[in-house]
């Protein structure tokens, strides 16, 4: 069962940025692609990012050149340096392993709420 706890979220201008933070136990960490999703409510969850253990990247469409997923593994934890945020970027931020079936993952720590508004 994936614990994963997730922070850095908050209320932010158009244009700002922010640095989301997640960390995860030792076992998953190690083994899996780490990923960030986002969900806004009422929509499905979406796919954001991952990053494997060489660091190799990968990103939505929609973040590409804003976003940047990074690792730290002393420390068992991802980040999501989140820059030129937008309105739509709204959503709540969660992680995760790396999966393209979203339905496959049943394990969801609580996520960090974005919010991009003037």
């Known amino acids: 069962q994936v614990q994963s706890m997730e922070s850095g979220g908050g209320l932010v201008q158009p244009g700002g940025s922010l640095r989301l933070s997640c960390v995860t136990s030792r076992d998953i960490f190690s083994v899996y692609l780490m990923a960030w999703y986002r969900q806004v409510p009422g929509q499905q969850r979406e796919f954001v990012a991952w990053i494997d253990s060489s660091n190799n990247t990968n990103y939505a469409g929609f973040v590409k050149g804003r976003f940047t997923i990074a690792r730290d593994d002393a420390k068992n934890t991802i980040y999501l340096q989140m820059n030129t945020l937008r309105p739509e970027d709204t959503a709540v931020y969660y992680c995760?392993?790396?999966?393209?079936?979203?339905?496959?993952?049943?394990?969801w720590g609580q996520g960090t709420q974005v919010t991009v508004s003037s």
């Open positions: 995760n392993p790396y999966t393209p079936v979203l339905s496959e993952l049943t394990n």
